[in-house]
């Protein structure tokens, strides 16, 4: 499944931005927010990004914000709630004017970007992440976001497989999960 390269890249950087800065719980174990949002924001996005720039320490807080606000689209999703998580990403464009612009930068071609000029790097990327989400969830994919349903895990995933029956956020978490299945069906016998 593609939806189109630029909206494929702000929906990984809205799942990683969102397993990466949100506490919870990861593959069986604690997940503590970072100390340093800074540092872990500017890794995330350069995940997808490599030449973004750092993000500083103010904006590292306002990064973390932004991800426990796309958390919810994703739970939402995951629990049938599709209303919740339109609210929620309709709040997220109206307040980072999002708009999509054509823009040219960098040596690269005409590209779309999802949010105007002059705004902050944090609020930029509200406004792409959120208008990325929008675009799933207003497509016959919308129910491809979701959050692992591995015991102790909350990390969150777009499912972009052929067939559309993701449940888990990594391959680790699935072979948690058959494991003790096997485990527990080795105990009945």
Known sequence: MDFNSHTDA???????????L?????????WPAPHDLAAAATDVLR???????????AEGGAYAEIA????????????????TAATQ???LLEESHARPTLQRHDGEPWH???????GTLAGDWAAS??????IVLGGEFFDRLGVCTAPHCDRVYVDVSRNGT???CSTACQNRVKTAAFRARGKTT
């Not at 702000?10 to 397993?19: P, Q």
């Not at 779309?112 to 002059?118: A, I």
């Open 47 to 57: 995940t997808v990004y490599p030449t973004h720039p750092e993000v500083t320490e």
């Open 166 to 168: 993701r449940r888990f």
């Open 129 to 134: 992440c959120a208008t990325g989400l929008a």
């Open 22 to 30: 949100t506490p919870g719980e990861s593959r069986g174990r604690p």
């Open 68 to 83: 426990a606000r796309l958390r919810v689209v994703f739970e939402a999703v995951a629990a049938d709630d599709i209303d």
């Open 10 to 20: 702000v929906v990984r950087v809205a799942v990683a931005v969102v397993n990466v």
């Open 112 to 118: 779309l970007h999802f949010h105007g000029t002059g």
């Open 89 to 91: 990403v309709n709040s």
